[in-house]
């Protein structure tokens, strides 16, 4: 698994966009991006991936540089409820899902 | 997407005595599934991929004789922590892989507390 880097905490305004991003540096060209995330005291739940298009779904969009050393996930309009903690994954589809410390967002009122 | 669950939501049990975690796919099939383990303010560590009718697959530092692992049908895994102390205290997840692999599905996971 390619090793990730996010900031350890950030805070977001609800209603306002919540940037979240994310360094893959070493990330190699079969590697997807993958985001999930983790609302306390629940299971983790898949958000986005792509590999080096940007990608949007109805939670999130994902832009992923050129280079594809990194990338920043979008949360559009923030509520209370994306309150989380977020996980950068870099992995092959058939590779494990290992989690690191993932950056811990909270949505303020 | 697939559902996945977990019996129980919740267990307290003494020190000494087992205690059995169920994963269930309710949607679909999984011939693999992973357990996970979550302390406090801590992230998710993987501990072992379960195996359809096969043995499990430990992570190095898990102790396979005491995170026992069954994967007797396509529907179900369990992981039985045999013994157990209070460190053995934690937030226990599995998960199981979608059809094409690109996603992984969670459970609701199981807190476990020795007392």
């Known amino acids: 698994d390619a090793k990730t880097t996010q900031p350890t905490s950030m805070d977001c305004a609800e209603g306002r966009a919540a940037n979240l991003p994310c360094n893959h540096s070493t990330i190699s060209g079969n590697e997807y991006v993958y985001w999930y995330r983790q609302i306390h005291s629940q299971g983790p739940q898949y958000i986005i991936h792509?590999?080096?298009n940007n990608e949007t779904n109805e939670m999130a969009s994902l832009i992923i540089t050129e280079d594809r050393k990194s990338s920043t996930l979008i949360l559009p309009h923030a509520t209370l409820r994306d309150t989380a903690v977020y996980y950068c994954?870099?992995?092959?589809?058939?590779?494990?899902?290992?989690f690191g410390p993932g950056t811990s967002l909270s949505v303020i009122p | 997407g697939a559902v996945v669950s977990q019996h129980p939501s919740r267990v307290i049990c003494k020190s000494g005595t087992s205690v059995k975690i169920e994963c269930r796919s309710l949607d679909f099939q999984a011939t693999t599934m992973f357990w996970y383990r979550q302390f406090p303010k801590q992230s998710l560590m993987l501990m072992a991929t379960s195996n359809e009718g096969s043995k499990a697959t430990y992570e190095q530092g898990v102790e396979k004789d005491k995170f026992l692992i069954n994967h007797a049908s396509l529907t179900l895994s369990t992981l039985t922590v045999t013994s157990a102390h209070p460190e053995d205290s934690s937030f226990y997840i599995c998960s199981l892989p979608s059809g094409d692999n690109y996603e992984q599905y969670f459970g609701p996971g199981t807190r476990l507390t020795v007392t």
């Open positions: 792509g590999l080096k």
């Open positions: 994954i870099g992995k092959t589809s058939y590779d494990k899902v290992i």
